[in-house]
Each structure stands twice: as C-alpha cells, then as structure tokens.
C-alpha cells in the first residue's frame, strides 16, 4: 500500500490538463465587439458597464446566429460567437478550429477521455517574461523531495500590462475514460455530437462551416498520428482518428 497515494494522484493527474487563471480579452477587443454587434444607441453605456470588462468569448464554429440580438441587455460575459459573425468581422478562424483540433487529439488518444461536455473560451493571459533562474546547492538540499522548481525557473516575471489572447479549453468534470477500440470511437462520437457546440460540423449547409469541418479534420487526424505514433510510440491505432471522422459525418447526415 506504500505506493497506493501516488497512484491516487497520478489518476488524478489525468483529468488536469491546465489549471490556471486566465483573464477577459482586452479592452481594444472588447470595443471591437460592442461596436459590430451592439446598437449604436447602446454603445456607449454598455462600453462603461462594468461587468462587460469580463469579457470571454465562447466560439461557435458549427453554428450561425440564429435573431438580431440587439437588444438593451447586450452583454460580453460569456458571448457567443457564431461561425457567421466569425466570417462578418472577417476573423481568421483557422487558429481557432487548428487549435480545438489539437486539444481534442490530445484529450481522445493521449488522456483517453471522451470529451462530453468540454467547453472552448477565448479568454487573455498576462504575457510571460522569461528570466531565467538557477537554484543554487544549499537551496536544493532543503527542499522536500518531489517539489517542483519549474515556477522558479521558468515563470518568473508576468507582465499584466501586455496580454497575449489565446483559446482555453475547460470544463471536464463530465468526462468519461474511453478505450483505445471502436467502442471508445463511439463513445467520443457520442460526445462531440451531443455536448461539442464549438468545434466545425459537417452537414448544416452552409459553405464557411463546411470548409472549416475540412480542415479541422485534417488536424486532428494529423496531430492524432502525432500523438499516436511519435509521443505514445503505438502501432496499429491511426484507424482511430479516421473512423471518429467518418462516423461523426455519418452520423450528422442522419440528423
């Protein structure tokens, strides 16, 4: 039972993929929103709201917005960008689904967990300023063992000042553990169809939405070689990627 904390821990290790703060786009992005999708008569007083400066984007690749949504409550907390407005503002998307393709690779082949009920946000973080720092001897000894050092050495300086915009995927208290077979392709079908409202889907008529569904699978079908053969070193397992492909354009053509 001596090893039996550690693991406890490891399998709880897991499910953690990043654990971080992340904060609200910045103000020059905010405005950019308010200006394009706010009434006019609105603007200014929604750009003096206070909760609008907690600004997180929720990108809906696979669906376009559905209503004017003008209306006097307009709000940036956890907005929805629709896949027509991301082509309106004229929004290069391909970091977007390139991105979403590669966390959902890593989550599926490298985790093994299903994916049900993730949730994509394009949120800000302060930028890093690397400064490198080298523990010394008399530093080390002192430590107890298994402390990690990577803070010190790696993140040392945040400048809050200048943000960097990125995607944040969060949200996997759903998740379920998959095998590494056709039933874990089903289960993550399964998943993607149902809970996923953010990644591209193919079948809904319309031509943005279709190209981006091409080339998000192109991705994921290459970072999940990736994963797959060079990172996990298996063999026989690239079916994989390609039958979730194949089965989650089946079965959209169902719906």
Request: charged fraction near 25%.
């Amino acid at each position: 039972m001596a090893d039996q904390p550690e693991k406890l821990w490891n399998n709880y290790l897991k499910y953690v993929h990043v654990y971080k703060s992340f904060e609200a786009i910045p103000p020059v992005d905010e405005n950019a929103f308010i200006d394009k999708f706010c009434p006019p008569m609105y603007q200014q007083s929604v750009k003096k709201y206070e909760a609008n400066k907690d600004c997180l984007i929720r990108p809906y690749l696979g669906r376009l917005k559905y209503g004017s949504g003008n209306y006097p409550g307009f709000s940036l907390r956890n907005f929805r960008l629709h896949a027509d407005e991301i082509m309106d503002l004229g929004l290069d998307a391909s970091e977007l689904y390139t991105s979403m393709a590669r966390a959902l690779a890593v989550l599926h082949w490298h985790t093994k967990i299903d994916g049900e009920d993730i949730e994509f946000v394009v949120g800000s973080s302060p930028l890093k300023e690397k400064v490198v720092s080298v523990s010394k001897a008399s530093e080390l000894s002192t430590m107890a063992p298994y402390t990690s050092t990577y803070d010190r050495v790696q993140h040392n300086t945040l400048n809050f000042t200048k943000r960097v915009t990125l995607l944040w995927m969060l949200d996997f208290n759903a998740c379920s553990d998959i095998t590494m077979d056709s039933n874990g392709v089903d289960i993550i079908v399964k998943a993607f169809i149902g809970s996923n409202m953010y990644c591209p889907k193919p079948h809904n008529n319309n031509a943005f939405i279709a190209s981006m569904w091409s080339l998000f699978s192109e991705r994921y079908v290459e970072y999940s070689d990736y994963i797959l053969e060079d990172v996990l070193k298996t063999t026989g397992l690239k079916y994989l990627s390609r039958k979730f492909i194949e089965k989650v354009s089946s079965e959209t053509v169902r719906q």
